[in-house]
């Protein structure tokens, strides 16, 4: 939470607290999860544009992104 993360103006790596990793991962794991499906749990284009800040997003890209980055965080925390 604040002050668990710290991200430099640099090329180096940013640093999460391991709980927050995992927290992340879930996080990241669940809006690949409602990007992709299909079904009234599903995430809306507005809702994904809003997310995404303002930007059209590709539903498919973001899912993977998502789900990778999590399966990510999952294996290095």
């Not at 996080?27 to 994904?48: F, I, M, T, Y």
Request: glycine share 8%; hydrophobic share 40%; aromatic share 2%.
């Amino acid at each position: 939470m604040p002050g668990s993360v710290t991200i430099g103006h640099h090329e180096a790596a940013a640093t999460v607290e391991h709980t927050d990793a995992e927290r992340l991962a879930l996080l990241l794991d669940e809006l690949g999860h409602l990007a992709a499906v299909s079904g009234p749990n599903r995430l809306s284009d507005a809702q994904l544009t809003a997310l995404c800040a303002g930007r059209t997003v590709n539903r498919d890209e973001l899912a993977r992104w998502c789900r990778g980055l999590a399966a990510h965080l999952h294996r290095d925390h």
